[in-house]
Structure formats: C-alpha cells, structure tokens
C-alpha cells in the first residue's frame, strides 16, 4: 500500500512541476532605408532620401569587379549625400545597408 501511495504521490509531484508556455509573435511592419536612417515619412528629408534610394536601387547591384574599398567609399558618400553625419548610428546604419545592396551576389 505505501508503495501506491508514494506511486501517487510521485506522479502529482511531477504533474505539479509541469509548464506550459504560450509565446505569440507579432511581425512588425518592414522599415524602408529612409525611416531606419531617422528620417519622418512625409518630411522634405525623407523625399530627398528616398529620391535618391530609388536612383541607386535602379543602378542595381555592382558589378563583380567591384572592389571592397570601392564599395564602401561610395556606400559612405551614397550616406552623406543623404545628409546623414559620419561617426552617427544613423550613418553607420546607412553604410551597413548600402554596402550590402552594393555587393555582387
């Protein structure tokens, strides 16, 4: 009988030590390059940079040749032309984003 009841026992110890976990994920709406930047959509900043990220996603992507350094140096001015500030998050962010639409691939 006690062997039952330390059966029973166990089985509501180990019941009792059970988790159920519930997680629902929300997908947040995608950023466009102006708005991650820091720019406000329907500012005269904003148009001015998406003005020009629609020209250099027309050029599309490099060419294979295209060199590293290349590549950063026109990512870099492609930012400034944007009027974001060098050594800024906002910047680097930009660079980040426009060497990776730049690389060959």
């Known amino acids: ?9 166990l089985v509501l110890m180990v019941g009792a030590c059970s988790v159920t976990e519930h997680k629902t994920v929300v997908a947040a709406p995608p950023e ?7 720019y406000t959509p329907a500012t005269e900043a904003y148009r001015i940079c998406a003005e020009r990220e629609v020209a250099a996603r027309r050029r599309g992507r490099m060419a294979a040749d295209y060199a590293e350094a290349r590549i950063v140096g026109d990512s870099q001015e492609a930012c400034a032309s944007y009027g974001l500030v060098r050594g800024t998050e906002r910047y ?3 660079v980040q984003r426009e060497v990776t639409y730049r690389r060959p691939g």
């Open 1 to 9: 009988m006690s062997y039952r009841l330390c059966a029973v026992a």
């Open 32 to 38: 466009d390059s102006c708005t991650s930047y820091g």
């Open 92 to 94: 680097d962010r930009c």
